[in-house]
């Protein structure tokens, strides 16, 4: 099929100003494969923090809050002061009531994936004269392994162990370094209420955190129980995993009319981690942008610069018929084209930067840097690349659409 | 029979601002005939240039009014006079000839390609035959820009004829040539009114050209002052 005459006068400008072309088409090759390198830097790095987050916090928590002694008498009333004016924390115990209630109702909750409910005790764990105080997370390994994948951070070990063996538990490395402890080993625990147990060491992991190394150990929910001479329906925590972790808060709020305790979305509880995941995205998000805008002035460059060597040809192509709109079309056609054509490439550089930089060795427990091909990062660059072209050529065409012929014609 | 009117125009006059505020045309009133071949002479800056432009439809900014065929043509939107032009009205300019990155077929060409009247194939056999009819139809695949003025003039001339418009209007078509293209641009002119009962409006110095015409209109100081 023969191209329309439009789509011809704007393919035969391009072609006989290849140079002009090929370097407003990299202006947006450059733009667009930074762009989405930035982007895809950041949704890596931010995946990668959250998923280091949720190795040591669920996406909801449901606890029992200090309640905070109140005034007998409400100190809004009229008239009257408050009797107390120094208040205590008032709660008796932090425990659950009924905390298999709580879960079957859970259980009902779409989206939800995972519940596990949780005993943490302060302790002190004991080997000869060295001590080290920490806190133990009493759980149901099978469901806290699902939630938070312990067994992909295990050293030496294996969680299950911590099902057959009632006095098993599973440390941190940082206390089996300070303690000098190896597998199979046992250590002594004593609990913030004197009770004292003789462990087994069952495994030894190390989280991406050293200071969770050196303090947290789990153990089973019954031993828990038992550290702080409690009942079988003793939970302090319950924790909950869900589908989609950003919608954690939404969910917080959903959860609440369920219960009377407390709901914490991990976003909350990580209000630090959050606040540098948002100026990450800000200061990477505005760069990118920034250089997207270079690119698309190259653009506007190129095209202004045509419409200014072509005025005679667009008066000539006005005067035999051709409409201010037709006008528009070629030049929207030019640097759509450049736009496409800089853009694949685009695409292509960003895929080779993510590739080269994947393979970058940075040690950790990543060990290699987290960044990964995001398609919708992709569509999204590969949109707006086609887009900021089209703004960029669209503003000196219709310029040209506005040039009055017979002006040019009188010269 | 009454021979029709094609053209007309009812005192149309014409004013510039810059530098100073200057009346142009002043209360220019004719009308040309179907298959007519019109010269308009007259001194230079005498307002043949500045009344073609309104009578192209290009130039919307006058007094009076214009009519085409039995249309009233001032007052119509832009894209619709665009319409108008690409159809009914073909030019040669003055000076401006054609777009340089293109061959001299595609050149003739193009007016067609946006009428789309025609299948593409259709459009550059008539474009061979235009350019033919001019005598440079061995030029066809050069670039435009690789000829000489009036091997560029010729092929302008053939572009306004691709459409088979009826009113074909050049603003001195033959200003760039020799006497021998001169004559083939004159029978050329006589042919396509005679022949093909299109009407052309032609300004012109060249006395002998003018009296080749039907009927000569010469203007003075934005005025007619001869209408033969
Ligand atoms: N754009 C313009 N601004 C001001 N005066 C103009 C302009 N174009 C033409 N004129 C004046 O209008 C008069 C007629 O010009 P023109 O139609 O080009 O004459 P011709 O084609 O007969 O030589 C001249 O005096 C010229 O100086
Ligand atoms: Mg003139």
Redo the contacts with the bound molecule.
């Keep these: 099929m023969k191209l329309n005459v439009n789509s011809e006068i704007a393919y035969t400008h391009l072609i006989t100003r290849k140079k002009q072309t090929m370097i407003a088409a990299l202006g947006v090759t450059v733009g667009i494969g930074i762009f989405i390198f930035m982007i895809s830097l950041v949704v890596g790095f931010n995946r990668y923090s959250d998923e280091s987050l949720f190795k040591a916090a669920s996406h909801l928590r449901i606890y029992q809050d200090d309640i905070l002694s109140k005034p007998l008498i409400a100190e809004n009333k009229m008239g009257y002061t408050a009797v107390i004016v120094n208040p205590k924390i008032a709660n008796v115990s932090n425990t659950l009531i009924n905390p298999e209630k709580i879960i079957s109702d859970l259980k009902k909750q779409e989206d939800i994936v995972t519940i596990a409910p949780q005993v943490s005790v302060n302790l002190f764990y004991n080997n000869g004269t060295s001590q080290i105080n920490g806190v133990a997370s009493g759980v149901n390994i099978v469901e806290a392994n699902a939630m938070f994948n312990i067994q992909s951070t295990m050293l030496a070990g294996d969680v299950r162990n911590l099902l057959a063996t009632p006095n098993g538990i599973l440390i941190g490395v940082g206390i089996a370094e300070k303690l000098n402890l190896q597998l199979y080993d046992n250590i002594n625990i004593t609990s913030s209420i004197g009770v004292v147990k003789v462990m087994k060491v069952e495994g030894i992991f190390k989280t991406s955190n050293s200071n969770i190394d050196l303090t947290k150990s789990y153990i089973s929910l019954a031993m828990s129980q038992q550290l702080l001479h409690q009942s079988s329906s003793y939970v302090t925590d319950i924790l909950v995993n869900i589908k989609d972790p950003n919608k954690a808060p939404e969910y917080a709020k959903l959860l609440k009319n369920l219960t009377i305790y407390k709901v914490e979305d991990w976003q909350t509880a990580n209000e630090q981690s959050m606040s540098n995941k948002k100026t990450r995205q800000v200061m990477f998000g505005s760069i990118s942008l920034a250089i997207l805008l270079v690119a698309a002035f190259g653009i506007y460059n190129i095209i202004n610069m045509t419409i200014k060597e072509k005025l005679n040809d667009i008066a000539i192509l006005k005067a035999t018929g051709f409409s201010g709109k037709d006008v528009i079309n070629i030049f929207l056609k030019e640097s759509l084209i450049m736009g496409i054509i800089g853009t694949s490439f685009g695409l292509l550089m960003a895929a080779g930067l993510i590739k080269f930089v994947s393979g970058i060795y940075i040690g950790g427990d990543r060990e290699y840097f987290p960044i990964g091909f995001e398609p919708q990062i992709f569509l999204i660059g590969a949109i707006l690349g086609v887009l900021i072209t089209l703004g960029a050529g669209y503003i000196p065409a219709v310029g040209a659409a506005k040039i009055d012929p017979i ?1 040019i014609f ?1 010269r | 029979m009454e021979k029709q009117v094609i053209l007309k125009t009812s005192h149309i006059s014409k004013y ?1 601002y ?2 100073v505020k ?1 009346k ?1 045309l002043d209360e220019v009133s004719f009308e040309v005939f179907d298959s007519e071949f019109i010269t308009l002479i ?10 073609l432009y309104i009578l192209s439809t290009m130039d919307t900014d006058y007094e009076g009014e214009l009519f085409i065929g039995n249309e009233k043509i001032t007052g119509q939107k832009p894209n619709y006079l665009a319409a108008i032009r690409n159809k009914n009205i073909g030019f040669v300019f003055q000076f401006h000839y054609l777009l340089p990155e293109f061959s001299c077929l595609k050149n003739v060409m193009i007016p067609a390609l946006k009428l789309g009247k025609y299948s593409h194939q259709e459009i550059e056999e008539q474009a061979y035959q235009k350019l033919e009819l001019l005598g440079i139809r061995d030029q066809a695949l050069k670039p435009a820009s690789k000829l000489s003025g009036g091997q560029q003039q010729r092929v302008a001339i053939a572009r306004a004829l691709i459409n088979q418009p009826k009113i074909i209007m050049c ?1 001195e078509p033959t200003g760039n040539l020799d006497s021998k293209n001169t004559g083939i641009v004159l029978e050329t002119f006589q042919q396509l009114s005679s022949e093909f009962g299109q009407t052309i409006i032609a ?1 012109t110095h060249d006395n002998d050209f003018a009296k080749a015409s039907n009927r000569i209109i010469e ?1 003075a100081d ?1 005025k007619i002052i001869h209408n033969l």
Excluded: I, N
Aim: avoid cysteine.
């Design positions: 002006e009188r | 510039f810059e530098p200057f142009a007259g001194k230079s800056g005498s307002g043949k240039s500045t009344l603003d300004v203007m934005g």
